[in-house]
């Protein structure tokens, strides 16, 4: 996870007048208001610097937007890399400007070692108060890999190269059943292959050729008053997945996943956020479809997947703090680990690290966190919106 990031888009962020510097403008920020006048043709000049206003040169904060970012990266294992990342905010009711934005991101990265990635997630507010949730994955990607528990992930010596294909997709349909209450069928299905492995027997016998199909159903409550930036309210999920057997799964097993989160403010301009969440898989998962700790949300510092199994569970504390014009920190405070039952819940790794946040639009954040964990783990993340 230790990442060099030598993007002038991200070098220049905190500059002075709240005005950030990218390779190049890569797409104009255009209103998606049905109900708006006609635009005014705009000189070249003024598209660049609506581009990087607040609100995108819009003249009302709530209008839809769409921005390109991105820049070059060196990451040790892959190489040289270059990332894309496009990101949209918009209504399907462009004339009511009292609901929140629908919003979604599409990313994309290709490196000089032939390793590619393409992202995309969307989260869909319908005007009857339903919502369409979808993430989408396919990578060709270089990681490391400790074996399975968290006895194995705890083993420097384990750590070996692993090469695999992943494609993703899940999809979640959620329909308002009363208030800030909606309820839905989810669906999924991803695909795994281990190209190279270094140590094929920590792998314990499974497959290297993983496919997975998913159905169950989700629910939340959500009373948050942004869902990229949330200062006030609470959110609560529970999402059950089932893969049986007779839809054609080798590894049958089914997954239990809980999140809840609350905000609150502070003082001026600083917000309390705090995140619970736990993974429970029942059955056979394999080794691709464990729980996971870290990632760019949750346990932010460790490697995903060094400290994998059945089951996990992690909490958080973050401070996020508005210290100037576009410019804010935030600091975290955290624990969580993964176990195989309840005898073998015997320990707590540890996880805090501090983050720069800029806000490219109006409530959209960019994010550089830099976390920190167990015997000195690491990692720094770059992404769009806050962890949670």
């Not at 979808?134 to 194995?152: C, H, I, L, R, V």
């Not at 695909?191 to 939340?220: C, H, M, W």
């Not at 969580?336 to 540890?350: E, M, Q, R, T």
Request: with cysteine; aromatic share 16%; glycine share 8%.
């Amino acid at each position: 996870m230790k990442q060099l990031v030598i993007s002038l888009s991200l070098l220049l962020l905190a500059s002075a007048q709240g005005v950030s510097a990218m390779p190049a403008v890569l797409a104009d920020t255009v209103a998606a208001d049905s109900c708006s006048a006609a635009p005014v043709k705009k000189s070249f000049f003024r598209k660049v610097y609506d581009y990087f206003s607040l609100d995108g040169g819009s003249s009302t904060p709530s209008t839809s937007t769409f921005s390109v970012l991105g820049g070059p990266y060196y990451e040790s294992v892959s190489g040289l890399a270059i990332s894309l990342v496009g990101a949209a905010s918009f209504r399907l009711n462009g004339c009511d400007t009292t609901t929140q934005l629908s919003n979604a991101q599409l990313s994309g990265t290709y490196t000089t070692n032939n390793f590619w990635s393409l992202n995309f997630s969307s989260n869909i507010l319908f005007p009857n108060e339903s919502r369409l949730i979808t993430k989408m994955a396919f990578e060709y990607q270089p990681s490391y890999y400790w074996g399975m528990g968290y006895d194995n992930g705890n083993i420097d010596a384990n750590k070996m190269m692993q090469k695999k294909y992943v494609a993703s997709i899940e999809a979640e349909l959620l329909f308002a059943i009363t208030g800030d209450f909606r309820m839905g069928p989810k669906v999924q299905w991803d695909y795994v292959k281990s190209d190279t492995i270094a140590k094929p027997e920590l792998l314990e016998g499974q497959d290297r050729v993983l496919r997975n199909y998913g159905v169950g159903f989700a629910a939340e409550y959500d009373t948050r008053d942004m869902i990229t930036d949330a200062k006030t309210g609470c959110y609560l999920y529970l999402g059950q997945t089932f893969r049986p057997k007779f839809l054609w799964n080798h590894y049958a097993f089914s997954t239990t996943d809980i999140k809840a989160s609350y905000y609150r403010p502070l003082w001026r301009d600083c917000t309390l956020a705090a995140d619970f969440s736990a993974m429970f898989n029942f059955g056979n998962p394999s080794w691709a479809k464990m729980a996971q700790i870290g990632d760019t949300h949750r346990m932010r510092g460790y490697y995903q997947g060094r400290y994998r199994d059945k089951h996990m569970l992690t909490a958080q504390v973050e401070f996020r703090q508005h210290i100037w014009r576009r410019n804010g920190i935030v600091v975290w405070l955290g624990c969580g680990n993964v176990f195989h039952d309840a005898k073998s819940f015997k320990h707590i790794l540890p996880n805090y690290g501090i983050g720069y946040r800029f806000a490219f639009r109006r409530r959209m954040n960019i994010r550089l966190d830099y976390g920190f964990g167990k015997s000195g783990q690491t990692g720094f993340m770059f992404s769009l919106n806050e962890a949670f």
